[in-house]
């Protein structure tokens, strides 16, 4: 995720720590520590063992006993990655998962592997640094983030920056693998890998450059073309920065509210939603301001707001060129959440300048209003492309081994393009499988856009009315392990306004269809259309 916050860690019961060192098979606390581990360049770091429930990251804790054993491999000329891996005592089911990082990374994302370890598929979790530490990020500000002109060590070493969106995931998994087989007797059988955002790019990464690490790979939201997605970042910082083309709250919260007023009944269900906003017909333009109607009260549009909006929807083009784009836009449906960061600036202050200034022209004073929407756009894809992009879209070499991927994307996503997965499934599935094939055809990619869905789940842009946790875990076991297509729909849950509503998710371009007089709040209600 492009998530700012580092979890926050509280062993519940600390006292309970010295008795329980003792796993169902194996001792936790001497875990591995007699194994030569020279040929993985690793080292055991410490191990402790978990107790159900007594370990709490950030509000959830563990519901499974568990031994967490660190380690760190050197990679590069000089450098480390660390990762943790969370080994079930009883529960193991010969499943391993490995999570993926947020934003610039450096922090293990805890929070994705309690959610791994508790969601009942008996997996061994690993989760690591992506080869740098958060204080590489930022000069140490805390945030993990970088800032204009704030020199970020990690992105002036080639193999850190490799590892970040590359080779994170890679670096850990054969021995992460090992330890297993230490610890159970045996490799895991099968082998899972989950990550969103920058976590999505880390998937891409895996079925390019890895193909033969994984069985199945879940990437959400990918920021796979990173270069481009800095660009997005750039471009809207530039669209609303005026007075006259400001969109305050208010005119965003106007905007959303009319494309739901117009287009969410479109899949026969009242529920504050555009199912498909590719279907939806809404033309921004009925909400200019006519003659005597003010601003004001954010009841319409003037010519400067209408055309920040519209440069917004459609995403960054060649200077000159409005037919050439150089990265899709957000979508209709998308727009409160445009307010902080997207419009205003801010992921444009910590992803797109940092990485021109640091990566591409290694010049803190760099200064992005003189960026050329032309021929710069060549110069970040010569300077950074090779180093943090994963956009192949021959496949074949994951595919032939068997390896099956799962990628989904927040329709009200207001930080990465949801169209780019259309865009990017479909162009993978014409090299990989051929010609002609759509996306419905594909027998090893299947993509899912999550109506109302936000950045990675939970939708702050006044949608908290719409599921913000997926199953995609269980759907892909059941693809791997029991060949079973997740063609039927996969279950959503938990908005963050409490409410138990589920939905049903459809693989694309199928949607959710409610059965006749089925209760709208209840996933099994739902068939794939
Ligand atoms: C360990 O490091 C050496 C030297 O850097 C390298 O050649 C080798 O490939 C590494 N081994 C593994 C398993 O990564
Ligand atoms: C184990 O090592 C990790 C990584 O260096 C560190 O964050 C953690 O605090 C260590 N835990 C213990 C109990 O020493
Ligand atoms: C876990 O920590 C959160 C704060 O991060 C707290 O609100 C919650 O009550 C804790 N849960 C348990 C079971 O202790
Ligand atoms: C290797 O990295 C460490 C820690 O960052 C640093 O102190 C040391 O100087 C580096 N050594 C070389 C040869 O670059
Ligand atoms: C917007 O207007 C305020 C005063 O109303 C002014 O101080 C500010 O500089 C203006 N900002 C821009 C970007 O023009
Ligand atoms: C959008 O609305 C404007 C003004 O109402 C109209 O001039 C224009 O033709 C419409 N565009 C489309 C594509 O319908
Ligand atoms: C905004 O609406 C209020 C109440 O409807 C009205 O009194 C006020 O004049 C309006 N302001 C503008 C700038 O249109
Ligand atoms: C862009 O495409 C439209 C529709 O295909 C066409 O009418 C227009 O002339 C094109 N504009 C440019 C600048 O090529």
Partial sequence: MLSYNRPLRVVINALSLATVARCASFDCSSFGQSVDLSSYNATILNSTHYAAGELNESGTVNAVPFCEVYSSVSYGTNDTIIFALWLPDEQYSSRFMAVGNGGQAGFIAYNDMMEELNSGLGFAVAGGNAGHLASDNEAGTGLGLGAPGVYQSFLHDEDQVKAWLHNAISLITPLAKELIKIAYGDQPEHSYYRGCSAGGAQGFSL??????????????CPSNWFTRLILGFLWNSQQANTNATFLSDSVLEFIQASVIRECDLIDGVADNLVENPLACPFNITSLACSEGSSPGNATCLTPDQLSAVKAIYQGPVRSGDPNKSIWPGVALGSEAGW?????QGLLSHVFAVPLL?????????????????????EVVEERAGGLI??????????????????????WADPNISPEWSIQHVEAITQDTIGPGTTIAENDFV?????????????????????????DFSTAMVDWIEKGQEPVEGIKSWGPTNGDERTRKLCTWPQGAKLKEGGDVDDWESYTCE
Avoid at 207 to 219: K, M, S, T
Avoid at 357 to 377: C, H, I, K, M, R
Wanted: charge should be negative; proline fraction near 7%.
């Fill in 446 to 470: 299947k993509l899912v856009m999550v109506p109302g869905g936000g950045h990675c789940g939970a939708n702050i842009a006044k949608y908290p009315y719409v599921p913000a946790h997926y």
């Fill in 339 to 343: 307010s902080l960061p997207t419009v």
């Fill in 389 to 410: 992009n994963s956009i192949k879209t021959d496949l074949s070499s994951f595919r032939d081994r068997g390896g099956k991927m799962i990628v989904f994307a927040g």
């Fill in 207 to 220: 079925a390019e450059f890895h193909p033969d690490l994984f069985d199945g790979v879940i990437a959400g």
């Fill in 357 to 377: 200034q640091n990566l591409v022209y290694d010049d803190l004073e760099y200064d992005p209003a003189t960026f050329n929407w032309g021929s710069d756009v």
